[in-house]
Antibody
C-alpha cells in the first residue's frame, strides 16, 4: 500500500528545534518530488518545502534559513529539520508526494502537530 | 508569487443540491489547477488535477473546468460525505505552490 506516515511533532519553546520524519511505503522517495505543507490552527494550507528527485530543495520565504528538508533513501524517509521555531510556526505539518501531473500532491500523510509555546 | 482566491468562503447547501466553487488566479496558470477536499481532523485529499482530470477513485459527481485565471469545481448532487472544506492550488509557477483560502461546505 502506498502511504506516508509522519512523526516527530510535539511541544517546543520559541527558538527551539524539532525534526519531523515522513516514512514512505509502497514507492521510492528518491524517485519522486516530496513536499511538506502546514496548516495553522483554524487556517488554510501553506506550502513549506520541497525536495526534488534531483535532490534540489526549495523553501517558502517564511521558513527559509530556518528549515531544512532532506531524505534518507535507505530508510525511505523524508525529514524536515526546523530550527529557530516561532509561535507562528505552530501547525499541523503534512508531508505529501508530488506524484501526478501537473505537480499535484496525490499522497498525503496523516499529519503531525507542532506546538510552539513557552 | 501567484495568488489564488476562492469564492465563496463558505456556503450552506442541502443533500442533492448542485454547488459550484470558484477559484481565481492572480495571473494565467493555463490549466495547472488542482482541487483538494479536507474533512475535519484529516489530511487533504486530491480530487481533481490539471483543472478537470478526476483523481482515481473520486466520484463522477465532482467535476472541474476553466482555464487561464478562472476555474470552477462543481458537485452535481451533494452527498452527506461531501460536506468538507475545498481548496484550489496552482502548480503552474512553482515553487511556491499556492492554495486558495478554502471554501467550507456546510449542511443547510
Amino acid at each position: 500500500e502506498v502511504q506516508l506516515v509522519e512523526s516527530g511533532g510535539g511541544l517546543v519553546q520559541p527558538g527551539g528545534s524539532l525534526r519531523l520524519s515522513c516514512a514512505a511505503s509502497g514507492f521510492t522517495v528518491s524517485s519522486n518530488y516530496m513536499t511538506w505543507v502546514r496548516q495553522g490552527p483554524g487556517k488554510g494550507l501553506e506550502w513549506v518545502s520541497v525536495i526534488y528527485s534531483s535532490g534540489s530543495t526549495y523553501y517558502a520565504d517564511s521558513v527559509k534559513g530556518r528549515f531544512t528538508i532532506s531524505r534518507d533513501t535507505s530508510k525511505k524517509t523524508v525529514y524536515l529539520q526546523m530550527n529557530s521555531l516561532r509561535v507562528e510556526d505552530m501547525a499541523v505539518y503534512y508531508c505529501a508526494r508530488i506524484g501526478v501531473s501537473p505537480d499535484a500532491f496525490d499522497i498525503w500523510g496523516q499529519g503531525t502537530m507542532v506546538t510552539v509555546s513557552s | 508569487d501567484i495568488q489564488m482566491t476562492q469564492s465563496p468562503s463558505s456556503l450552506s447547501a442541502s443533500v442533492g443540491d448542485r454547488i459550484t466553487i470558484t477559484c481565481r488566479a492572480s495571473r494565467s496558470i493555463s490549466n495547472y489547477l488542482n482541487w483538494y477536499q479536507q474533512k475535519p481532523g484529516k489530511a487533504p485529499k486530491l480530487l481533481i488535477h490539471a483543472t478537470s482530470s478526476l483523481q482515481s477513485g473520486v466520484p463522477s459527481r465532482f467535476s472541474g473546468s476553466g482555464s487561464g485565471t478562472d476555474f470552477t469545481l462543481t458537485i452535481s448532487s451533494l452527498q452527506p460525505e461531501d460536506f468538507a472544506t475545498y481548496y484550489c492550488q496552482q502548480s503552474y509557477s512553482t515553487p511556491p505552490w499556492t492554495f486558495g483560502q478554502g471554501t467550507k461546505v456546510e449542511i443547510k
